[in-house]
């Protein structure tokens, strides 16, 4: 494969060859002017295709190695197409029907076949790089995200120590209430932290796995109350309940419960359901503690945070994007006269292997 600079001249070179048979044909011919005119014209038009990659390649300035796969590219649908061509007419030939202007027949069949290979080939490399572009980006904001992560770590804990060490030796009642208030900002820093993680790690992962999501539930109820003695829990849940979900799905449903308890006293009362109803497999939250604000849940309404709407936190979201990369459905809704309701439906197993072969659930 020709690989040095002088492939760039190839592009336009096809172009103006093909250009040269049409005015060829226009001056050999001995057909009337437009005749000759109209066939020069289909010409022509795979000339204008060259001509437009040939320009794209020379702006975009792609490197050598792309336009040498263009110009193989091009090359080889020519020789192919032109074949195919050069076959029908001498068949045509042998079987006593020559074709009529059997040149200009060759020239049109390589004519395409050029012009049409080279805008493939453009294509093809354009996609290439747009890909390659992608991952490279990717790549760089894994590497970022892994460090700033890694960073956050690191001075949230030196901050912290610092802070909590003044506040236990602070003599003033409001230097220490102001420590302790900086200490759950800086823990606050760290949440968001590790929440961005959790989002991070979802959206790596694009496929759901069929799941007991009864089980899930328990082992996510016994977290809870290992890490909230104190708080009134009330689980329902079946013995079993198959769901096809993202593989996350206990973390939607541990975010689910800590949101009740994170945003609310000890004194909050907390209820988890499991239930399978018809072609749905059911997780209800309910708790009785504050509403969440209403520009919240508009933002997750409309899958955006608005300039002066924006989620205080990172946990609704993860709700969110588990459910959604499960092909479920969820509520949240503040109830009356106190308290949130958030239901996260997933798929049962018999119905999502039905969807996955034509018929698709509402």
């Given at each position: ?37 109209a066939e ?17 390649v020379?702006?975009?300035?792609l ?20 074949g ?10 042998a ?94 820093v ?10 991070a ?25 290992e ?81 002066l ?17 499960s ?20 798929r049962?197993?018999?119905h ?10 509402t």
């Amino acid at each position: 494969m020709i690989r040095d600079r002088g492939v760039r001249l190839f592009p336009p070179a096809l172009a103006t060859a093909i250009l040269g048979l049409a005015i060829g044909h226009v001056l050999i011919d001995e057909d009337p002017f437009w005749i000759e005119l109209a066939e020069a014209s289909i010409l022509l038009v795979f000339a204008g295709v060259l001509a437009f990659v040939a320009v794209r390649v020379r702006r975009e300035q792609l490197p050598n190695e792309r336009v040498a796969r263009i110009v193989a590219t091009s090359l080889g649908a020519g020789v192919v197409v032109g074949g195919l061509s050069a076959v029908y007419a001498v068949s045509r030939h042998a079987s006593g029907e020559p074709v009529t202007e059997g040149w200009l027949v060759l020239s049109i069949g390589w004519s395409l076949g050029t012009s049409s290979g080279g805008l493939v080939g453009y294509y093809v490399e354009r996609v290439r790089a747009e890909r390659a572009a992608q991952e490279q980006l990717t790549g760089r904001l894994t590497v970022l995200q892994r460090v700033l992560r890694h960073n956050i770590r690191n001075e949230v804990s030196i901050i912290r120590g610092v802070a909590d060490s003044a506040a236990e030796s602070a003599d003033q009642a409001d230097v220490e209430s102001d420590l302790r208030t900086l200490i759950d900002h800086v823990d606050r820093v760290h949440e968001l932290s590790e929440k961005a993680q959790t989002l991070a790690d979802l959206w790596n992962v694009d496929e759901s796995v069929e799941t007991d999501l009864a089980a899930v539930a328990r082992e996510e109820v016994r977290r809870f109350h290992e890490e909230h003695p104190e708080i009134d829990l009330r689980a329902s849940i079946p013995e079993h309940a198959a769901a096809v979900v993202h593989p996350s799905a206990g973390t939607a449903i541990r975010e689910a419960l800590d949101n009740a308890v994170r945003h609310n006293d000890d004194a909050v009362a907390i209820t988890l359901t499991v239930a399978e109803e018809g072609k749905w497999t059911t997780v209800t939250v309910v708790d009785d503690g504050s509403h969440i604000p209403s520009e919240e849940l508009d933002a997750l309404a409309k899958l955006q945070e608005f300039p002066l709407k924006h989620v205080s936190g990172l946990g609704l979201w993860v709700i969110y994007w588990v459910v959604e990369l499960s092909d479920g459905r969820l509520t949240i809704e503040n109830r009356d006269p106190r308290g949130v309701r958030v239901e996260l439906r997933f798929r049962s197993r018999r119905h999502a292997r039905r969807d996955r072969n034509g018929v698709r659930g509402t």
